[in-house]
Structure formats: structure tokens, C-alpha cells
């Protein structure tokens, strides 16, 4: 089973990011440019995405900061995913949203409810049961209020998810938003890690340098896993020419393939 996870960037590429197309509105309040956005081009970006899903064949395409219900061409993107043989999953508002969907390949797959009591934010992520594992595929936000601050709430949602699923065989991977080693933010990956939640590419013997993300050259984007798991894990890869060479996005892209 292969899982493949990106933040795909709004399908802005490297350059484009969609938080420079925010303005105030007559209220006073930040809000997205979205006719603006709009006329952003995007069908060279979709189309070499398509080719490695042709080359790649993921079981499991976990898509972050997915444009919703604003161009065409994302929701073109969904029908294209659906002829291939794909299920789309996750909360799916009708107002425009910047959000993450996980497209799966497998008829035996069922939605994981996720509870958000503190931060009221459910198009993040989403979870999944499939075949003996649990994938939840999230971004962690950022506080719109003092960006660049972490939403910590939202860390605190993702360790009692954890908490509740650590027995069975659990995935967590996405844009996990996290780096900077003297924030409150990586206390709570600390804390993750001190639930036994394993950093597989730092457990691997991986340098926590190698860099995931273009405009500051961290490494944003993880999976963790339950220890159950480990011994089903067959390879994970930083796949480093979406955004270097591709262009694709702004982030790399993490691989990761189970038994």
C-alpha cells in the first residue's frame, strides 16, 4: 500500500500562495481574494500531478491546502480522481475553503469520525480505516490572529486522536506546520512523542534537516506512527523534485509504503 501526501499548495505551484491574495473586507476582517485567486493558473500544475498519479499509483493520495469550491479546475481534479477509481474523503463544505481530502483506492475503506470540541476546525484533516490500519492525513493551522503562531488546540486534538486509535495500527502523516525547536508548538510534537508515537524519519536515521518545504527550508511535513506499525513499514521517501524541480508546490512530497 502506498500512501503519498502533499501540501499541494492551492495548486499555486512554488510561487503562488494564496495567503498573499488576502485583504480587508468593509468589516475590518481578513479575508481571501478568492476572484482573484481564481484566474491563477492551474492546469499545468493539475496536469503533472495526474502523471504521478499514473507513474505512482498511490492506494492513498492525501492531499493538503485543496482548493474548494472556487476555480474549475480543482473540482474537475475530483471528477478526474473519481473516474480513476478513487473515493473522496473528507469534510467537504459548500463555501470556499482551503482544505484536505484523501482520495482512496480501495473499495473496504471507512471514514473515522474526528472530534473538534476545542477548535471547532473540521476541514483539516480526516481519518480512515483501511484494511488493519488507521490513516488520519492533516495540516496543522496556523493562528490567523498572530501568524506565525501554531494553533496548539489543534495539536491537542491530534495527541487525543492518538491517544484513542494507539492500539491499533495508526498513520499519522501530513503538514504537521512544525519545526522551530524553541516553540510551544514542538512541545506538543514533544508530547506525541512521549505518547510512543514514533518519528519514522527521524526513526529511520533520517536527518531532521532535510528540508520539506521551499521558502524556509524545514522539514514541515512527518509521519508518525504507532509501534505496531513498524514492522509493516517498507520504505519512506522525501520526494524533494515536486517542489525543486517539478515545481509542483511549495512543499515536498512524503511517501510512505506499507505491507
Known sequence: ?????????????????????????????????????????????????????????????????????????????????????????GAMPEYKISMTLLFVKNEKVTQIHISHGKTKIDARDCAIKIENYIIYGTHVPLNSKSRPTIREDYWDEIIDFYEEYKTNQIVLIGDFNTYDETSRAYVKYKKLLGKGALDLWLHQGKPNSTPTEVKYHNRLDYVFISPSVEENVVSMDIDANIMDKDKISDHAAVLLELK
Open 1 to 89: 500500500m502506498l500512501i503519498i501526501s502533499l501540501n499541494i499548495n492551492d495548486f499555486g505551484g512554488v510561487n503562488e500562495q494564496l495567503a498573499n491574495y488576502r485583504k480587508i473586507n468593509y468589516y475590518g476582517r481578513t479575508v481571501t481574494d478568492w476572484d482573484f485567486w481564481r484566474k491563477i493558473e492551474k492546469t499545468i500544475v493539475i496536469k503533472k500531478l495526474k502523471n504521478i498519479i499514473r507513474e505512482k499509483q498511490p492506494t492513498i493520495f492525501i492531499l493538503q491546502e485543496f482548493e474548494l469550491n472556487n476555480s474549475e479546475e480543482p473540482m474537475s481534479f475530483i471528477d478526474w480522481m473519481k473516474d480513476n477509481g478513487y473515493k473522496v474523503k
